[in-house]
T-cell receptor, first 113, second 111 residues
Framework: DVKVTQSSRYLVKRTGEKVFLECVQD?????MFWYRQDPGLGLRLIYF???????EKGDIPEGYSVSREKKERFSLILESASTNQTSMYLC????????????FGPGTRLTVT | KQEVTQIPAALSVPEGENLVLNCSFT??????LQWFRQDPGKGLTSLLL?????REQTSGRLNASLDKSSGRSTLYIAASQPGDSATYLC??????????FGKGTSLLVTP
């Protein structure tokens, strides 16, 4: 079974802090994704990566950056956390891009105070 | 831009009923459609993936159909159980990478 893990289930940070969310997949998938989920807005793509050190912006990249130094690990970075980044963050991976199933991690509930 | 709509937004049924969840999308040029289940405060569990060339997929008590030309998919759940209570999300892949999600149907199965 594919396993996608995220470093924290719950996280509380202060405004202005630098925040790292980490995601690890164990199935040698090429692609990894970061989404955020908000009530009434659904899931929206922040960034994705199709290879080591390669990244593409999604629909809402502002205020975020990402890092993929190893194939199995994809990090989401909030350079200076703000209260409007309070959300559920979901990581996903897929073997390849077109036509392949995406598998999701358990999510990180981030609260910025 | 692709719009994905799920109707109804919420549904409550007694245990044992067969039920249908609906998903519609505006652009039929898709690679695939995926159905997910999400329990409160948790991540997404993939239930079924239907490729654009397929008409349906089955897994246990679940059956998903796809009518690409009309922009519709249905998820059929047979003999519902209280453990089926969750939010069900459909998502279409039309760009080759990102999934476009509907807002979900919140299902409650009462004993």
């Amino acid at each position: 079974d594919v396993k996608v893990t995220q470093s924290s289930r719950y996280l509380v940070k202060r405004t202005g802090e630098k925040v790292f969310l980490e995601c690890v997949q164990d199935m040698d998938h090429e692609n990894m994704f970061w989404y955020r989920q908000d009530p009434g807005l659904g899931l929206r793509l922040i960034y994705f990566s199709y290879d080591v050190k390669m990244k593409e912006k999604g629909d809402i990249p502002e205020g975020y950056s990402v890092s993929r130094e190893k194939k199995e690990r994809f990090s989401l970075i909030l350079e200076s956390a703000s209260t409007n980044q309070t959300s559920m963050y979901l990581c996903a991976s897929s073997l390849k891009l077109q036509g392949y199933e995406q598998y999701f991690g358990p999510g990180t509930r981030l609260t910025v105070t | 831009k692709q719009e994905v709509t799920q109707i109804p937004a919420a549904l409550s049924v007694p245990e044992g009923e067969n039920l249908v969840l609906n998903c519609s999308f505006t652009d039929s040029a898709i690679y695939n459609l995926q159905w997910f289940r999400q329990d409160p405060g948790k991540g997404l569990t993939s239930l079924l993936l239907i490729q654009s060339s397929q008409r349906e997929q089955t897994s246990g008590r679940l059956n998903a159909s796809l009518d690409k030309s009309s922009g519709r998919s249905t998820l059929y759940i047979a003999a519902s159980q209280p453990g089926d209570s969750a939010t069900y999300l459909c998502a279409v892949n039309d760009s080759g990478y990102a999934l476009n999600f509907g807002k979900g149907t919140s299902l409650l199965v009462t004993p």
